[in-house]
Antibody, heavy 115, light 111 residues
């Protein structure tokens, strides 16, 4: 059974940093492109970033470029999102998702940016 | 940049059928999309990948009541024999090199 489990969410002050993790199981993690997608309270889904299977290609939405960094450790079946210089508008539930079509999703991790 | 347009809301009666629409922006009518369902207070769930020719491949465990079709720049999700648990937000999504993009979502109410 494919499982994606996010962790690392929490409350952080504006300008602060947070690192999210996504633990994958039930499939060959190293073979898949992975994405981060977020959803602000009461809003729709917004793509954040994706990283290809071997980390050779990495892309970001303009809204997070220069502040967020995605990475992965295929030996640990894990995906990460380092979030720096956080802003109020980064408050959202952050999901990891598999592949281009996002065929599996995690349960989400809530990040709240507030003073 | 590709833009996906969805109606904000739709409604249909229990047991009836409903067809949701996702429209690709001009010049992007060849793009495949994916449909996702998000029930209240839950994470998204992948429904299917839908190509420009109307062929589609559904996710694990998605009932036959869910089907997809295409016409030009429009991508459709049809849900037949509506059940109460189909009341949810439905998002279309597409992709390319260096981007992924979601439509604004359609909130489906089952009457």
């Amino acid at each position: 059974e494919v499982q994606l489990v996010e962790s690392g969410g929490g409350l952080v002050q504006p300008g602060g940093s947070l690192r999210l993790s996504c633990a994958a199981s039930g499939f060959t993690f190293s073979s898949y492109t992975m994405s981060w997608v977020r959803q602000a309270p009461g809003k729709g889904l917004e793509w954040v970033s994706y990283i290809t299977s071997g980390s050779t290609s990495i892309y970001y939405a303009d809204s997070v470029k220069g502040r967020f960094t995605v990475s992965r450790d295929n030996a640990k079946n894990s995906l990460y999102l380092q979030m720096n210089s956080l802003r109020d508008e980064d408050t959202a539930v952050y999901y990891c998702a598999r592949e281009t079509v996002h065929d599996y999703w995690g349960q989400g991790a809530l990040v709240t940016v507030s003073s | 940049q590709v833009v996906l347009t969805q109606s904000p809301s739709a409604s249909a009666s229990l047991g009836a059928s409903v067809k949701l629409t996702c429209t690709l922006s001009s010049g992007h009518s060849s793009y495949a999309i994916a449909w996702h369902q998000q029930q209240p207070e839950k994470g998204p769930r992948y429904l299917m990948k839908l190509s420009s020719d109307g062929s589609h491949s559904k996710g694990d465990g998605i009932p036959d009541r869910f089907s997809g079709s295409s016409s030009g720049a429009e991508r459709y999700l049809t849900i037949s024999s509506l059940q109460s648990e189909d009341e949810a937000d439905y998002y279309c999504q597409t992709w390319g090199t260096a981007f992924r993009v979601f439509g604004g979502g359609t909130k489906l109410t089952v009457l």
